[in-house]
């Protein structure tokens, strides 16, 4: 990490950590979401 710049940490940090949010929420929930009836909701 860059000393003297703990702005520019900060923001890399928060940048990986929502990668990895959506990563998690891309492989976790893509399996879930079969089990929503998505298809009956855009019918309406």
């Avoid at 703990?6 to 891309?26: K, T």
Wanted: glycine residues 4%.
């Amino acid at each position: 990490m860059v000393t003297g710049s703990p702005s520019f940490g900060l923001y890399l940090f928060i940048f990986l950590l929502r990668d990895v949010l959506v990563y998690l929420l891309e492989s976790h929930f893509l399996h879930e979401v079969h089990w929503m009836p998505l298809d009956n909701v855009l019918d309406i």
